[in-house]
C-alpha cells in the first residue's frame, strides 16, 4: 500500500521568510503524481501544486516551489515570501496512475507578522 | 463552472440513526472520492468511483459505511447505525480520471456530529 508521511505536525515562519514542508511517500510504482493541498480555516481544498513523477524537473508555481527526489521518494514544499495568508493546513498527496489519491497527515504552519 | 457540492454542510444526528451525505461532482468528472477528516487529522480515505468500474471500497471503515453513485454523477455516502466515532467532516472530490495529474476538485465537506 502506498503512503505518505509528513513528519513535522506544526511549522512556524515569519513573515517574508522562507519554509520548507516535508514529504516523503512509499511507492513501489515508478509512474505516479505528487500534489501538495492547503486547507485554510475555510475548509476549503485548495491545488498549491503538482509533480508528475517522470519529470525531473522540480515544479514552481510563483513563490511555491518542490524539491522532487525520486530515489528517496522525497517531496518537499518550499513556500518563498511567506505571507499571513499562506497559514493554513497543509497536505501533502501521492496519487498512482487510474488510482485513488492518499494523504499525509498534513502540516499545520502558521506565518508570524 | 460549478464545484463540487455537498449537502448538508452541517448534520447532527443521535447515536444509532442513519445518515445520508450527498455529493454532486462536477459535471464531465468521471472520478469521484470520499474522504473523512477527524477533528484536526489528515484525510483518510473511504471509497473511490472510477466511471463505469467497480469502486474501490477499501477504505470504508465497517459494513455500516456504504455508498454508490448513480448515472455516474451524483453519490451519496449512507452511514447506518451512527457511532460518535464517525463524527468528523465527510470531504467529497471529484476529478478527470483519463488525466492523471488532473488535481481533485473537493466540496465544503458535510460536519457531521454525532450525540
Known amino acids: 500500500a502506498q503512503t505518505v508521511t509528513q513528519s513535522q505536525p506544526e511549522m512556524s515562519v515569519q513573515e517574508a521568510e522562507t519554509v520548507t514542508l516535508s514529504c516523503t511517500y512509499d511507492?513501489?510504482?515508478?509512474?505516479?503524481?505528487l500534489f501538495w493541498y492547503k486547507q485554510p480555516p475555510s475548509r476549503q481544498m485548495i491545488l498549491v501544486i503538482r509533480?508528475?513523477?517522470?519529470?525531473?524537473q522540480n515544479a514552481t508555481e510563483n513563490r511555491f516551489s518542490v524539491n522532487f527526489q525520486k530515489a528517496a521518494k522525497s517531496f518537499s514544499l518550499k513556500i518563498s515570501d511567506s505571507q499571513l495568508g499562506d497559514a493554513a493546513m497543509y497536505f501533502c498527496a501521492y496519487r498512482r496512475y487510474n488510482n485513488d489519491m492518499r494523504f499525509g497527515a498534513g502540516t499545520r504552519l502558521t506565518v508570524k507578522p | 463552472g460549478a464545484g463540487v457540492s455537498q449537502s448538508p454542510s452541517n448534520k447532527v444526528t443521535e447515536k444509532g440513526k442513519d445518515v445520508e451525505l450527498r455529493c454532486d461532482p462536477i459535471?464531465?468528472?468521471?472520478?469521484l472520492y470520499w474522504y473523512r477528516q477527524s477533528l484536526g487529522q489528515g484525510l483518510e480515505f473511504l471509497i473511490y468511483f472510477q466511471g463505469n468500474s467497480a469502486p474501490d471500497k477499501s477504505g470504508l471503515p465497517s459494513d455500516r459505511f456504504s455508498a454508490e453513485r448513480t448515472g455516474g454523477s451524483v453519490s451519496t455516502l449512507t452511514i447506518q447505525r451512527t457511532q460518535q466515532e464517525d463524527s468528523a467532516v465527510y470531504l467529497c472530490?471529484?476529478?478527470?480520471?483519463?488525466?492523471?495529474?488532473?488535481?481533485?476538485?473537493f466540496g465544503n465537506g458535510t460536519r457531521l456530529t454525532v450525540t
Open positions: 511507492t513501489s510504482e515508478s509512474d505516479y503524481y
Open positions: 472530490a471529484s476529478s478527470l480520471v483519463r488525466e492523471n495529474n488532473s488535481p481533485l476538485h
Open positions: 459535471s464531465g468528472h468521471t472520478a
Open positions: 509533480q508528475e513523477a517522470y519529470k525531473q
